[in-house]
C-alpha cells in the first residue's frame, strides 16, 4: 500500500522507524544506501558544446559559407570589399551566437535557483531526543519536526499535527494554503494526499511531526528538477520556417551563382573574372541580416517578460508563446506570483479602493478601526529577519491583510494576544484573543457563510444597528459580486 493509505503506526513499520525516530547509527547507514537529500545537476552537454551549437545550425553554417566565399574573392581580386563584407558576416555569426548563449546561460542560472527552496537545516528526533542537522543529511525513516514558517526539506508522512496548513504553491500551484491531518486516506495521488508534506513547500500553520519517505532527487520537488534538466525542447514554429528558409535561400543563391557562371563563361568572360562574379551574386542573396534580426526581435520580447518575472529559457520559446490563441489550465495558482494584494474592501455598506485606504486614514470611524485591528490582529504570521529587513511569513492572504491595516493604521496599536483558536476546513474562520485598554476583544475573520450567522449587529461608522434579514442579504449580495469579480472574499466581524 502507498504511505498516505497506511494508519501512523503502519506507516512508520514500513519504515522500520518509530515515534522515537531512527538511531545514529541507523541514520548514518541509511545515508550511505539513499544518498545525501540534494537536489541533483543530472550531467548535460558541456558548456563549450553548447556554446558552439550556437554556430552549427544551419543558416549559421550559411553564412559561414557566405564568409568563406567573401574571402576567396578578396583573395584573388583584393580591393572590392568582399574581404569587410565576410568579416561583417562574421561578426554577425558571433553577435548572434553569443547572445543566444548568454541568454539560455542566465535563464539557466535562474532555474538553478530551485535548489534554494530546500533549507539548509533540519530538526529531527534521533534516539527519542532532538537534534539539529544538516538537511542534507536526512533519511528514509527520520522524524522531522516542523513549526509554523518552516520549508519542509523532504517528503514526509504527517505522523502528529495540530492546526497544520502548508503552502504547496511550488509544487502544485495552489494558492490556497491546504490543511494537513495525520488520519490515513483513501485518495491515489500523493500530492493531493491531507497527510502528506512535500519536499520544497512551507508551513503556514501549526506544528507537528512528519516521517520522511522520501529524500533527494527520489521526493515530487526532485523529480520536477529533473524533469527541468533533461526535457528535450523541440523545434519551435519560428525554427522550422528558418529550416525551411534557409535551405530556399541556399538552392536559390546556388543556382542562380552557378547560372551566372554559365553565362559568363558562354560569352567569353575570363574564369577568375566570372568566379568571383558569381561569389558575389551567391552572397548577394543571402540575407546576412535575417538571423541578428530575429535573435533581437526575440531578445526584448524575452526582456519584457523578464521584467514580469517570465522566465524564458530558450529564445525561440518566444515566439511559440506568441503564436498560442488559447491556454489550457487546471490551477489558477500556476499562473500567479502567490502574492496577495487587497483591492476592495466593503465597510459600512459601500465599497471602496483598497489602494485608496493610505489617504483616509486620518478620517477613520470607530467601525473602520475595529475592522482594520481585525485585519490586523487577527493572523498567525511570523515576524523574521532577512536581509537586514523584517517580513512576514505565513499565509500570503494574511501578508496582504496585515499590509493593508498597516497602511490605515499608522499608530499601529500593540495589544497582546491572550488566545487564539486557528483556523480549520470544517470551522472555516479563525478567532484570536487581545487584551485591549477597554479589556479583551476577540476578533474573527473567514468564510462569510460561517461568520454571518454568529453576528447580531452591523457596525456602521460609530454605531451599532441590529442584523436585520435585510442587512444579511445585503451582504451575500455584495460577497457575490465580489467573487464575480474574480476576488477571494473574507469577513471580519469582533466582540
Given at each position: 500500500?502507498?504511505?498516505?493509505?497506511?494508519?501512523?503506526e503502519?506507516?512508520?513499520?514500513?519504515?522500520?522507524?518509530?515515534?522515537?525516530?531512527?538511531?545514529?547509527t541507523?541514520?548514518?547507514?541509511?545515508?550511505?544506501?539513499?544518498?545525501?537529500?540534494?537536489?541533483?545537476?543530472?550531467?548535460?552537454?558541456?558548456?563549450?558544446?553548447?556554446?558552439?551549437?550556437?554556430?552549427?545550425?544551419?543558416?549559421?553554417?550559411?553564412?559561414?559559407?557566405?564568409?568563406?566565399?567573401?574571402?576567396?574573392?578578396?583573395?584573388?581580386?583584393?580591393?572590392?570589399?568582399?574581404g569587410?563584407?565576410?568579416?561583417?558576416?562574421?561578426?554577425?555569426?558571433?553577435?548572434?551566437?553569443?547572445?543566444?548563449?548568454?541568454?539560455?546561460?542566465?535563464?539557466?542560472?535562474?532555474?538553478?535557483?530551485?535548489?534554494?527552496?530546500?533549507?539548509k537545516?533540519?530538526?529531527?528526533?534521533?534516539?527519542?531526543?532532538?537534534?539539529e542537522i544538516?538537511?542534507?543529511?536526512?533519511v528514509?525513516?527520520?522524524?522531522?519536526l516542523?513549526?509554523?514558517?518552516?520549508?519542509?526539506?523532504?517528503?514526509?508522512?504527517?505522523?502528529?499535527?495540530f492546526?497544520?496548513?502548508?503552502?504547496?504553491?511550488?509544487?502544485?500551484?495552489?494558492?490556497?494554503?491546504?490543511?494537513?491531518?495525520p488520519?490515513?486516506?483513501?485518495?491515489?495521488?500523493?500530492?493531493?494526499?491531507?497527510?502528506?508534506?512535500?519536499?520544497?513547500?512551507?508551513?503556514?500553520?501549526?506544528?507537528?511531526?512528519?516521517?520522511?519517505f522520501?529524500?533527494?532527487?527520489?521526493?515530487?520537488?526532485?523529480?520536477i528538477?529533473?524533469?527541468?534538466?533533461?526535457?528535450?525542447?523541440?523545434?519551435?514554429?519560428?525554427?522550422?520556417?528558418?529550416?525551411s528558409?534557409?535551405?530556399?535561400?541556399?538552392?536559390?543563391?546556388?543556382?542562380?551563382?552557378?547560372?551566372?557562371f554559365?553565362?559568363?563563361r558562354?560569352?567569353?568572360?575570363?574564369?577568375?573574372?566570372?568566379f568571383?562574379?558569381?561569389?558575389?551574386?551567391?552572397?548577394?542573396?543571402?540575407?546576412?541580416?535575417?538571423?541578428p534580426?530575429?535573435?533581437?526581435?526575440?531578445?526584448?520580447?524575452?526582456?519584457?517578460?523578464?521584467?514580469?518575472?517570465?522566465?524564458?529559457?530558450?529564445l525561440?520559446?518566444?515566439?511559440?508563446?506568441?503564436?498560442?490563441t488559447?491556454?489550457c489550465?487546471?490551477?489558477?495558482?500556476?499562473?500567479?506570483?502567490?502574492?496577495?494584494?487587497?483591492?476592495?474592501?466593503?465597510?459600512?455598506?459601500?465599497?471602496?479602493?483598497?489602494?485608496?485606504?493610505?489617504?483616509?486614514?486620518?478620517?477613520?470611524?470607530?467601525?473602520?478601526?475595529?475592522?482594520?485591528?481585525?485585519?490586523?490582529?487577527?493572523?498567525?504570521?511570523?515576524?523574521?529577519?532577512?536581509?537586514?529587513?523584517?517580513?512576514?511569513?505565513?499565509?500570503?492572504?494574511?501578508?496582504?491583510?496585515?499590509?493593508?491595516?498597516e497602511?490605515?493604521?499608522?499608530?499601529?496599536?500593540?495589544?497582546?494576544?491572550?488566545?487564539?483558536?486557528?483556523?480549520?476546513?470544517?470551522?472555516?474562520?479563525?478567532?484570536?484573543?487581545?487584551?485591549?485598554?477597554?479589556?479583551?476583544?476577540?476578533?474573527?475573520?473567514?468564510?462569510?457563510?460561517?461568520?454571518?450567522?454568529?453576528?447580531?449587529?452591523?457596525?456602521?461608522?460609530?454605531?451599532?444597528?441590529?442584523?436585520?434579514?435585510?442587512?444579511?442579504?445585503?451582504?451575500?449580495?455584495?460577497?457575490?459580486?465580489?467573487?464575480?469579480?474574480?476576488l477571494?472574499?473574507?469577513?471580519?466581524?469582533?466582540?
Amino acid at each position: 500500500m502507498k504511505i498516505h493509505h497506511l494508519a501512523v503506526e503502519a506507516a512508520l513499520q514500513s519504515l522500520q522507524s518509530s515515534r522515537l525516530g531512527l538511531s545514529q547509527t541507523e541514520a548514518a547507514r541509511r545515508l550511505v544506501e539513499f544518498g545525501s537529500n540534494e537536489i541533483e545537476t543530472v550531467r548535460r552537454e558541456s558548456i563549450v558544446l553548447r556554446f558552439l551549437k550556437g554556430f552549427t545550425h544551419f543558416f549559421a553554417l550559411i553564412l559561414l559559407l557566405a564568409a568563406l566565399l567573401a574571402f576567396v574573392a578578396e583573395w584573388r581580386e583584393p580591393g572590392q570589399g568582399m574581404g569587410a563584407l565576410g568579416a561583417a558576416i562574421l561578426g554577425v555569426i558571433l553577435i548572434n551566437g553569443l547572445f543566444s548563449f548568454w541568454q539560455e546561460y542566465r535563464a539557466e542560472r535562474a532555474i538553478a535557483a530551485l535548489q534554494k527552496l530546500i533549507p539548509k537545516q533540519a530538526r529531527v528526533l534521533r534516539e527519542g531526543k532532538n537534534f539539529e542537522i544538516p538537511a542534507a543529511e536526512l533519511v528514509p525513516g527520520d522524524l522531522i519536526l516542523l513549526e509554523e514558517g518552516d520549508d519542509i526539506p523532504a517528503d514526509g508522512r504527517l505522523i502528529e499535527g495540530f492546526g497544520v496548513r502548508v503552502n504547496n504553491a511550488t509544487i502544485t500551484g495552489e494558492s490556497l494554503p491546504k490543511g494537513r491531518a495525520p488520519d490515513p486516506v483513501e485518495q491515489e495521488e500523493l500530492i493531493h494526499a491531507k497527510n502528506i508534506l512535500l519536499a520544497g513547500t512551507s508551513m503556514v500553520g501549526g506544528r507537528g511531526s512528519a516521517l520522511v519517505f522520501a529524500t533527494g532527487m527520489h521526493t515530487e520537488f526532485g523529480k520536477i528538477a529533473r524533469l527541468t534538466q533533461t526535457a528535450e525542447a523541440p523545434l519551435s514554429p519560428l525554427q522550422k520556417e528558418i529550416v525551411s528558409l534557409s535551405r530556399m535561400i541556399a538552392l536559390l543563391a546556388a543556382g542562380i551563382g552557378v547560372l551566372f557562371f554559365f553565362i559568363g563563361r558562354f560569352i567569353g568572360l575570363p574564369f577568375w573574372a566570372n568566379f568571383i562574379f558569381a561569389i558575389g551574386i551567391i552572397v548577394a542573396n543571402v540575407p546576412e541580416g535575417l538571423l541578428p534580426t530575429v535573435t533581437l526581435a526575440l531578445a526584448m520580447g524575452s526582456q519584457r517578460m523578464a521584467k514580469r518575472n517570465a522566465l524564458i529559457r530558450h529564445l525561440p520559446a518566444v515566439e511559440t508563446l506568441g503564436s498560442a490563441t488559447v491556454i489550457c489550465t487546471d490551477k489558477t495558482g500556476t499562473l500567479t506570483e502567490n502574492r496577495m494584494s487587497a483591492k476592495v474592501i466593503y465597510l459600512a455598506g459601500r465599497l471602496e479602493d483598497a489602494d485608496r485606504i493610505e489617504v483616509k486614514k486620518d478620517s477613520l470611524s470607530e467601525g473602520d478601526r475595529r475592522f482594520f485591528e481585525t485585519a490586523l490582529f487577527c493572523q498567525t504570521l511570523r515576524e523574521m529577519g532577512k536581509s537586514g529587513q523584517k517580513t512576514l511569513t505565513g499565509d500570503p492572504t494574511e501578508v496582504a491583510l496585515v499590509q493593508m491595516a498597516e497602511k490605515a493604521l499608522p499608530d499601529k496599536p500593540a495589544f497582546s494576544r491572550l488566545d487564539e483558536i486557528p483556523f480549520d476546513s470544517d470551522r472555516k474562520r479563525l478567532s484570536t484573543l487581545q487584551q485591549t485598554p477597554n479589556g479583551p476583544v476577540l476578533y474573527t475573520k473567514g468564510a462569510l457563510e460561517t461568520v454571518l450567522p454568529l453576528c447580531r449587529s452591523v457596525q456602521l461608522g460609530g454605531a451599532l444597528q441590529p442584523m436585520t434579514p435585510e442587512w444579511k442579504e445585503r451582504f451575500l449580495q455584495t460577497e457575490a459580486s465580489m467573487a464575480d469579480a474574480g476576488l477571494r472574499v473574507l469577513a471580519f466581524a469582533h466582540r
